[in-house]
């Protein structure tokens, strides 16, 4: 390590289903978040680490920030402010196919207390040059409508890893002198068990519509290595609002949960480097989102 050495944390932040998952696994170089399309797949704040010989900066992937609908949204909002109180920096995403907006003026007003504050343009591939422009010159306009202070504004493209260089080496500028905080040879602090929750729900929620994408949670009931082989047997549950839902995963003659179960098992199986077993049960676990002791179940408390 050398004398000069920076650490510590950058909070991912912005509405959901801005491509902050994508930004964090771009920036770690592997994937340690599921992504989809629907918004708020991310429920827990995730810490992606990366180490070099003179950094190590952990990024914090925290849920998309909006007017909440149940408690669980309440409890994810809270997420994001508790882990914004102890960051060193805060990147805020702003895609450039969408326009600024409400929920944007309200992130901000929870930032006068960051002292290091980005601004990554993100989905630059999606947009041509003179839409890029244009976009640049709204987020300008709304630094100056909200007085809020920016170190930088970087626009990129998570998916075609066009200026993440660049973005990693000006957010590293914001980062106190410190020896590194975590070993440097891991790159998440996340738990296999909950990273491979997070895996099968990422499968049970693919092509899936409207509201139910947010009713699904999954929790491990049983995970185990079989003794002197690389092979893991692993029970999980796929939780669920009503009857209907349950209908719609399984479906017809259990067509659905099978596809589940065998895309998530690829994805398991890519992450742990070994062969499994996926035993899946779908459960209805009525209002899980509205309910506060189910919450508390599931991993969800004030």
Known sequence: MTTDHRAGFVAVIGRPNVGKSTLVNALVGRKIVITSSHPNTTRNPIRGIISRPNFQMILVDTPGIHKPKTLLGTRLNAMVQENLESVDAALLCLPADEAIGAGD???????????????????????????????????????????????????????????????????????????????????????????????????AIQDLYEELPHSVMVTIEEMSKREGKNFFDIHATIHVERDSQKSIIIGPQGSRLKDIGMRARASIETFLDAKSYLGLHVKVSKEWQRDPKALARLGFTE
């Not at 947009?127 to 010159?137: C, E, F, G, H, R």
């Not at 920016?150 to 106190?176: G, H, R, Y």
């Not at 410190?178 to 068990?193: F, G, H, K, R, V």
């Open 105 to 203: 003026e309200y992130i901000v007003k929870q930032l006068g207390h960051i002292r290091h504050l980005y601004i990554a343009v993100t989905k630059v591939d999606l947009s041509k040059q003179d839409v890029l422009i244009a976009k640049l010159t709204e987020v300008s306009d709304f630094i100056d409508k909200t007085g809020i202070n920016v170190d930088e504004i970087i626009p990129i493209s998570a998916k075609n890893l066009e200026q993440t260089d660049l973005l990693l080496e000006l957010l590293v500028k914001a980062l106190p002198s410190s020896p590194s905080l975590y070993p440097e040879d891991i790159d998440t602090d996340q738990a296999a068990e909950l990273h491979i929750t997070e895996l099968i729900r990422e499968a």
